[in-house]
């Protein structure tokens, strides 16, 4: 054996090595306690860092807030004593025909106090200024809400509103103007241009800013707002969503966390807001804690140098033994000769990995001796494997063939069987509709012996009909005879009421010139033309309703006439129907018979492919049969010839494994 095998340089990566895992795991067990006692400690003191920013923040919001309410109370205070003077109640008692002289001299006393430059205005009851304290122009503000509500008699502070007068961002303290028996007869306010708090704020405060009773942005300490400037809308910040009068809490509106304390000043409803940036608050502390991480740096780097010596005493008798398994692994056995004497547990595997190395050769020599012979019979195995495969793949071959051939009939034959199924089934449709048909035909017979019944029937009531009708033509003729008979007896009488008449006036006449003795005479001969005139008027009357007699008469004989064509006409078409009728009738009766026939030859057809069809089945199944029984012999055969496959690949194997094995036992020296 080669003991000075040249040395390999298969090195471990950095991160995966023994010796570096060491150094790493005493750097963590130094590291752990001192990130936790400088996080302990950075957390402490970012704590109070943010109790103290807070209590700082309170701090200046009161500051603020007292600032601001001083301004408003003193305002108010002074408003309330000007408003009570005699002569604002004077001026405005006597619509302003008193001097307003004193009252200016007030105003400016009380702006000359406040050392700005704000405006004083008195309005009266009509909501219309009347006095300024910079005489500028008086406006109508009683559409104005702190105008309303002081007229109301409260005392008010407007939210942030834009002057008509100065055209400046303004808010004002209204206080209404009492008479002597407190009926409000004006108000009186002061407004305040909204940058002098701005001003205020940034004197006291980096990050200050003053929020309306409404939720509108009055002044910030870091800029002036203009008057063209959007309104910034606070309504649904906490402060003004709360009910609670101040508090501190985190903010994240302005896009990075801020601490935010609020105090509402009671008298104007408006609230003073004091923020500052919360990693700015941690900053200091970061500052705090970094001295400690500079310590504990030093302190790692101490335990870095202290893990690697240790390390090394415990990778170099690890290293005698990795070096041996490499060359263990390149076929060559090296004895370790090193750190035998170790007592510890290192000297224990290497003592233990020469004992292995020596057994080891042993084994090699043996597997070397045995190799060869396994090789010999792995060959003799592969060729007796081949030559059963060949063969079975023959069988395989065939009976796939002929599986194939009862597959391809049992097809055919089922093809066949559904062939002759949907015959049966067309044959049995066509023996329902013939029997749909015969039905059919023998209840147009029925109908055809009804239909034939009632028209001979109905030729018997023509033939009645037309009977009746020429008799009451007859009649009618009969009765027009009379009409006629009785015009002339009427015309008879009509002449004898005439000569009535005539004999009447001569008697008349005669009775005239009998005088005396005649008068008797001439009632009569009076009264015989009065019924000779009644008998002309009752023959006229007769004539006449004789005359519409006869012409109806005339109309019934011509009617009847129609009547007795139309009854005449309608019997010989009648008599063609019943002739056409009693012709369908039979040509009906000679389909019931075809129809009959047709049912009977269709039954006898669905019956005899039926049996045809029963023997298509059979047949079909018995050819599925065999096809699956080539089949199971094909898969049989298959299974047969895959597990001589597998025995030849198995020798094959085998072969390969017994020269493989040479190569390998070649590989040990």
Request: net charge negative; proline share 1%; with cysteine.
């Amino acid at each position: 054996m080669n003991q000075n095998p040249k040395k390999e340089t298969n090195a471990i990566p950095f991160f995966h090595s023994l010796k570096t895992r060491l150094v790493l795991t005493m750097l963590l067990i130094a590291a752990l306690p001192l990130i936790l006692i400088v996080s302990i400690t950075y957390i402490q003191s970012t704590s109070k860092a943010k109790d103290d920013a807070k209590a700082n923040l309170v701090w200046q919001a009161k500051f603020l807030e007292s600032s601001i309410n001083t301004i408003i109370t003193d305002n108010k205070s002074a408003l309330k004593t000007l408003a009570s003077s005699p002569e604002v109640i004077n001026f405005l008692e006597s619509d302003g025909q008193s001097s307003p002289d004193n009252i200016y001299h007030q105003m400016d006393a009380i702006n000359d106090m406040y050392e700005d430059k704000n405006t004083i205005v008195l309005s009266n009851n009509k909501g219309m200024m009347v006095l300024r304290s910079d005489k500028g122009t008086c406006v109508d503000i009683s559409s104005r809400d702190y105008y309303k509500k002081a007229f109301s008699g409260k005392d008010c502070t407007s939210s942030v509103f834009v002057s008509n007068s100065t055209n400046a961002r303004n808010m004002c303290i209204a206080v209404p103007v009492k008479n002597m028996n407190g009926d409000v007869i004006g108000v009186l306010h002061r407004s305040f241009d909204l940058n002098d708090f701005h001003k205020l704020l940034a004197k006291n405060s980096k990050e200050a800013f003053l929020v309306d009773n409404t939720g509108i942005l009055a002044a910030h300490s870091q800029y002036e707002i203009k008057v063209n400037d959007k309104p910034v809308d606070f309504s649904q910040s906490p402060y003004m969503t709360s009910d609670v009068a101040e508090d501190t809490y985190e903010s994240n509106a302005t896009g990075h966390a801020t601490y935010v304390s609020y105090i509402k000043e009671p008298v104007s409803g408006y609230t003073v807001c004091i923020a500052t940036s919360v990693s700015g608050v941690t900053a200091q502390a970061r500052r705090g804690a970094l001295s400690g991480i500079i310590l504990g740096v030093v302190t790692l780097i101490l335990v870095a140098i202290i893990s690697f010596m240790i390390s090394l005493n415990f990778i170099r008798p690890i290293t005698e033994v990795e070096e041996s398994i490499r060359a263990l692994s390149d076929g060559r056995f090296i004895v370790i000769k090193n750190h035998l004497n170790r007592k510890d547990e290192f000297g224990h595997i290497i003592r233990n990995t020469n004992a292995l190395i020596e057994k080891l050769r042993g084994i090699v020599d043996h597997i070397k001796n045995s190799s060869s012979t396994v090789g010999v019979s792995s060959e003799e195995l592969s060729e007796m494997a081949n030559q059963i495969a060949a063969t079975t793949e023959s069988v395989a071959g065939a009976v796939q063939e002929i599986a194939n051939g009862a597959i391809h009939q049992a097809e055919e034959i089922q093809t066949a069987a559904t062939s002759t199924g949907q015959i049966t089934e067309a044959v049995e449709s066509v023996q329902n509709s013939s029997n749909d048909v015969n039905e059919i035909a023998t209840k147009m017979k029925i109908a055809s012996e009804e239909s034939s019944a009632s028209l001979s029937n109905l030729q018997e009531s023509n033939i009645k009909m037309t009977s009746i009708i020429e008799s009451i033509t007859e009649k009618i003729e009969a009765t027009q005879n009379a009409v006629t008979n009785i015009n002339e007896h009427v015309t008879g009488i009509s002449g004898i009421a005439a000569q009535t008449n005539l004999l009447s006036l001569n008697a008349s006449i005669e009775a005239a010139r009998a005088g005396e003795a005649g008068r008797g005479f001439a009632v009569v001969a009076s009264e015989i033309q009065k019924l000779a005139n009644d008998s002309e008027t009752l023959a006229q009357e007769i004539r006449v309703v004789m005359d519409e007699l006869l012409k109806d008469a005339s109309e019934a004989v011509v009617a009847a006439g129609e009547v007795k064509n139309g009854n005449i006409e309608q019997q010989a078409a009648l008599t063609e129907t019943f002739n056409s009728v009693q012709g369908m009738l039979k040509d009906i009766e000679h389909t019931v018979s075809g129809v009959s026939n047709i049912n009977d030859e269709s039954v006898t057809c669905v019956s005899s492919n039926k049996v045809v069809s029963n023997a298509m089945s059979s047949l079909s199944a018995i050819s599925e049969e065999n096809a699956a029984s080539s089949e199971t012999t094909s898969a049989s055969v298959e299974e047969l010839s895959a597990t001589v496959t597998s025995l030849s690949e198995s020798a094959n194997d085998l072969s390969e494994i017994a020269e493989r094995l040479n190569k390998e036992i070649s590989f040990f020296k």
